[in-house]
């Protein structure tokens, strides 16, 4: 049963195969690479940011949660033509933040997931659209309907997707 | 002291990844070389990619199967439909080539440099870059191929975009409506030149037309071979919206010839030759003579026969058509001065 409050020793930390640790993140960049040139509207939703937002809030360890999002981001760098690392920096930092709530309030039920999830995309967008602008000097722009407009369309399918990544937890 | 790391150890674990990876940033920027990242592109690309290709080869098959054998219906009216459409092509083929062996006969003439597509590699799109912030897919191919960075990727239909890393058996392509990607292209009537480039939400627009020149909507536009990656002359797309940019230069929004969202097959031009433009024939016909075909000119005097001066030169024996001088009439024997004035053909020049 769920626990649903904020202490850190009574909220449930769960663990994850390895087959799970490493297939679901390489599932969701290969599905990323591949969806968008079949259905136009797929290249609206980042499955890697649900993944990493997914694995945070489960294990609710911010050094996982950073570090599964820097690998993620890391690897969803290099399959795009820009710099290395633009990706990595804003996926630590959801990583970082995921976790870090994830240990402190109820992270279990449709509701939180879904306005965390519109939250984790927005400061995901605000973190690399920093990183573009400030350190790598990128002509990237920043718009807050099509922000809002992901944000709210990756909420809803992140809803599903952790319903289904949900069986594959293992309680410590 | 010890205290403070382990009570801000998450924290400071935090720092230090941002850190390294703001490093990493910084030395990639600086040096502005993809060859610094090489391995983990080849890591994640070599992960990635062999499960697009198991996708992409059995959808291929799976699509041959049904479109090639199954799925024959209306084949034979197409077939017919198809092959009248050749009659009339060839028709026009006639009336093209002779165009286009003119236009080569004036190029040779005035020695331009064309650069001809010469040897082209096939491949198939695999997947994308995995984000909406950059334009770019995955082929099949890569070096094993012959494939190098900057060559061109088409498709009959268009220009896509241009090969930016290349791995042993893939390779990334830069499409044209990408941020960073830039074509010389030129509008097709009116001449003007400019550069294509992508938008964030991945449109093309025109940079660089000056806001007094006249662009109207579906005009074409193709490459003008600037930018030394494409051809000169291959189709990029038509106009779809003019409207007043910044910096008194035109917004011309374009709609790619190729259709980028959905790409399969393209081509890769891998070797191109620049060569001087030959005329077919082999005669070889001077600029003026070429350009006295098209002008209107004065119909031909019929040529007068050689007739010997006589005392009454009365064309008797010539057809209908009277000669266009008067030949000499009553004209006493000639000197010997004057038989030198006569040319060869009798006709006696006037003194």
């Known amino acids: 049963m769920p626990i649903t409050y904020t202490s850190g020793e009574q909220v449930e930390v769960y663990r994850f195969s390895v087959p799970v640790t490493v297939g679901v993140p390489l599932v969701a960049l290969i599905l990323q690479a591949f969806l968008p040139r079949r259905i136009g509207f797929f290249s609206l939703f980042d499955l890697p940011l649900l993944v990493t937002i997914f694995f945070a809030m489960a ?3 911010p050094t996982a949660g950073l570090l599964t999002g820097a690998i993620i981001g890391l690897a969803q760098d290099a399959l ?4 290395i690392g633009m990706f990595g920096i804003a996926k630590t930092l959801v990583g970082f933040v995921a976790s870090s709530l994830g240990a402190r309030i109820d992270v279990e039920n449709a509701g939180a997931r879904f306005l965390l999830t519109l939250a984790f995309y927005l400061l995901h967008g605000a973190a690399y ?8 000097n990128d002509t990237h722009s920043w718009s807050w309907s099509t922000g809002v407009l992901g944000g709210l369309a990756n909420a809803t399918l992140g809803v599903g997707v952790y319903f289904l990544l949900d069986k594959l937890k293992q309680r410590t | 002291m010890e205290s403070v790391l382990v009570r801000y150890r998450n924290l400071i674990i935090l720092v230090l990844a941002l850190f390294v990876q703001v490093l990493g940033l910084a030395v990639q920027v600086k040096r502005n070389d993809a060859e610094n990242t090489r391995l983990i592109r080849i890591w ?14 059995s959808q291929t098959g799976i699509g041959n199967v049904w479109h090639n054998y199954l799925n024959l219906r209306g084949v034979r009216a197409e077939n017919r439909q198809l092959r009248e459409q050749i009659e009339q092509m060839r028709l026009q083929e006639v009336r093209l080539n002779e165009d286009a062996a003119q236009a080569r006969r004036l190029q040779a003439l005035f020695a331009f440099k064309e650069q001809y597509i010469q040897k082209t590699v096939a491949a198939q799109v695999i997947g994308a870059c995995g984000s909406d912030v950059s334009q ?18 088409i498709t009959g239909a268009g220009i896509v975009g241009k090969v930016l890393l290349v791995y042993p058996s893939s390779a990334q392509v830069l499409l ?3 941020q960073s990607s830039g074509v010389g292209v030129i509008l097709e009537k009116s001449r003007l030149q400019g550069v294509l480039r992508g938008t964030p939400s991945g449109e ?4 660089r037309v000056m806001s007094d020149e006249q662009v109207e909507p579906g005009e074409t536009v193709t490459t003008s071979g600037g930018d030394q990656i494409f051809p000169k002359g291959l189709p990029v797309g038509t106009v779809s919206k003019v409207a007043p940019g910044k910096d008194l230069f035109l917004n011309i929004r374009l709609r790619p010839a190729a259709n980028l969202s959905r790409l399969e097959e393209v081509l890769v031009i891998t070797e191109k030759q620049e060569r001087q433009a030959v005329a077919d024939d082999q005669t070889h016909q001077r600029a003026a003579d070429i350009l006295a075909q098209r002008l209107p000119s004065v119909p031909e005097k019929p040529s007068a026969p050689p007739t ?18 008067p030949l000499i009439t009553a004209t006493p024997a000639p000197t010997q001065a004057t038989a030198k004035q006569q040319d060869s053909t009798g006709d006696t020049k006037p003194q």
């Open chain 1, 129 to 136: 659209f920093a990183v573009a602008r400030f350190l790598v």
């Open chain 1, 59 to 61: 294990r609710r360890k």
């Open chain 2, 308 to 325: 010997p001066v006589t005392q009454t030169a009365k064309p008797a024996t010539l057809p209908a058509q009277p000669p266009a001088k």
């Open chain 2, 176 to 178: 044209i409506n990408d």
């Open chain 1, 80 to 83: 795009g033509p820009k710099p």
């Open chain 2, 204 to 207: 093309t627009v025109i940079e």
């Open chain 2, 44 to 57: 994640v690309v070599d992960a990635v990619t062999p499960f697009e290709r198991v996708v992409v080869w």
């Open chain 2, 136 to 153: 770019c897919l995955y082929i099949d191919k890569g070096s094993n191929a012959g494939l190098k960075p900057d060559m061109a990727v």
